[in-house]
């Protein structure tokens, strides 16, 4: 079976540091990817792991471990703009989305 | 980097009239498209799968008589939700899959229909 699990919501201050969890359980992998999401917009990109370890990119970050089924995406320095839903999908073609993650960036 | 231009971005139509959104690939080829559906505060949930030329491959539970999949060329691909319902509200989102597109995805816009 095709699972990927995230939380719901978080909530985060602004300036601080977030980390998003996904786990997950797919058939196949050709990656990991992270896209945020606005409310009534296409998600955008953010992210892809493919290996072990950890991406950098700007105030964006992500994790993947392999043999544990887990990744998360870290965001430093919140901004309010950060509010958003984080997508994590995986597996083979086509991807499989989790639910998304709403986080709500607070002054 | 990699575009899909997806039109309309919104859309009101009235129940039992049929609607097209069209997805473009812009500067790539996709020799793959997906088509998403999105519901409010919901995951996006994939729809069908078509490559250039060939039938779409619906998943379980999506009517391909109502939701009919036009793949014709590699740079385009257009979803036709006919006879619309209320129920088919939603919004819905393509992903094309070629060489330039960063892990290989790249989605349009999206298309806010409403059915009234």
């Known amino acids: 079976g095709q699972n990927i699990d995230q939380p719901t919501e978080m909530t985060a201050t602004e300036g601080a540091i977030v980390q998003i969890n996904c786990t997950y359980q797919t058939s196949g992998f050709n990656g990991l990817f992270w896209y945020q999401q606005h409310a009534g917009e296409a998600p955008t990109f953010l992210s892809y792991n493919v290996l072990d370890g950890l991406e950098e990119k700007g105030r964006f970050s992500s994790f993947l471990s392999r043999s544990k089924g887990y990744s998360y995406l870290l965001l430093k320095e919140l901004q309010m703009k950060d509010s958003a839903s984080y997508l994590c999908?995986?597996?083979?073609?086509?991807?499989?989305f989790g639910k998304g993650t709403r986080l709500s960036v607070i002054a | 980097g990699a575009v899909v231009s997806q039109h309309p971005s919104r859309v009101i139509c009235k129940s039992g009239t049929s609607v097209k959104i069209e997805c473009r690939s812009l500067d790539f080829q996709a020799t793959t498209m997906f088509w998403y559906r999105q519901f409010p505060k919901q995951s996006l949930m994939l729809m069908a799968t078509?490559?250039?030329?060939?039938?779409?491959?619906?998943e379980q539970g999506v009517e391909k008589d109502k939701f009919l999949i036009n793949h014709a060329s590699l740079t385009l691909s257009t979803l036709t939700v006919t006879s619309a319902h209320p129920e088919d509200s939603s919004f819905y989102i393509c992903s094309a899959r070629g060489t330039a597109a960063v892990g290989g995805y790249t989605f349009g816009s999206g298309t806010r229909l409403t059915v009234v």
């Open positions: 999908a995986g597996g083979e073609t086509p991807l499989v």
């Open positions: 078509s490559n250039e030329g060939s039938k779409a491959t619906y």
